[in-house]
């Protein structure tokens, strides 16, 4: 068993919600998908230790080693709060688990709070915009360049030479020239290759190096989760050209690259296409307005009249002074109250009193008013409900 562990430089933005030294990034190398057909040849970890970044990597030279290297990281996960992957609940997880398992070991990930990356953005793919949610995609998106050019799945023919390779060189002690191999040493690995079986360590280690350092950068992304989340303080608000209000807040966190996103609001006779802009920690939305008539509809209609000649509802109580020539007992699509005026559209009934056009609108219409211009509370409701209810799916 080896066991690399050395510090890395990087100038990813830290942007996880929990304290560096709590939190371990990690990633795992196996030979197969299937935890009982298969072996775990290589455990990598990231992790924050006076003021700089540590990558460790215990490292199988046999089959026979993958207790071993299980246990150790295991009892070094103990130190930690925070387990961070890539797609780990998917796949390092439980096949880790199943391992644990048959080796009947007491370990778990029952007291640690696990945050797996890729199941946190990927209900924004669509919003992302990225070509699909692979890994090495997502860097690309970040401009990031990797050294190492392999899959996963490319390794497990490297690993299987390098067993063999090795073993055969521990007996026979060969060494190779120097200048056989000349890869650069730009990946951050302790030493370069100078036999044939540390040359497939490197390409082993330089692989699994690059996913942990990915994953760092990346990790990034768990800001867009905020923004879609709602998570946005609201700060003001405006109008454009008298047609468009503007609301605008900020996040807890900049987002990596800018968002630009539009949904579609409709009721029935009007759709209303709202623009949501992230950039850095500031949040727009452009919100079109409308003026004109717009109805609230009475909840109990069996309580109502509605009077023809003026087209409105009225409560029983109030009904009954009017002759009833002029009155007739409400139905849902008739038991409202109209009203000329500047609207703005909402995806439920936040905001009171919600208009429609008819009662099986399910989005609403509230009143833009001078006292919601200056009730921030109900403009930070608005904010958060508007991005969660249209653009957080």
Known sequence: ?????????????????????????????????????????????IYYKENSWHLKQWFSDS?????EIITLFFEFL???????HYNGQG?????????????KLRYDFDSITSLDIYKEILPYKKLLAFENLKQKTVESAFGLNRLDTFSGGDLIAVYTSYVGRHQYEQKHRQRLNEEEYKIPDKSGLPSMPETESEKLLYVLLLHNADDLKGLLSISQLIAYKALFHGDATYESSRLIKNT??????????????EVLASRTLSLKEVDFEITLRASKQDVYLLIPLYQGSAKYFYPDYKDYYYLPEEDKAIHKSVA???????????????CYLKKESIFLPQADESLQPAFRFTPKDKATLFELT???????????????????KLFSK
């Open 78 to 84: 103990k130190d930690y709060k925070v387990l961070v």
């Open 244 to 257: 468009i209000f503007c609301l605008h807040g900020t996040l807890p966190s900049p987002v990596p690259a």
């Open 91 to 103: 796949f390092d997880i439980p096949y880790l688990l199943k391992k644990v398992n048959r080796y």
């Open 320 to 334: 009954e002074f009017v002759d009833k020539n002029y009155r007739i007992k409400a139905k849902p699509e008739n």
């Open 1 to 45: 068993m080896q066991l690399r562990d050395y510090k890395i430089e990087s100038d990813a933005p830290y942007l996880l919600p929990y304290k560096k030294k709590d939190v371990l990034f990690f990633d795992i190398e196996t030979t197969g998908l299937s935890a009982s057909s298969s072996y775990l040849y290589l455990i990598g970890c």
């Open 63 to 67: 089959i026979d080693e993958e207790k």
């Open 370 to 388: 001078p006292e919601l211009l200056n009730a921030p509370p109900s403009l930070q409701s608005y904010l958060t409900t508007l991005i969660q």
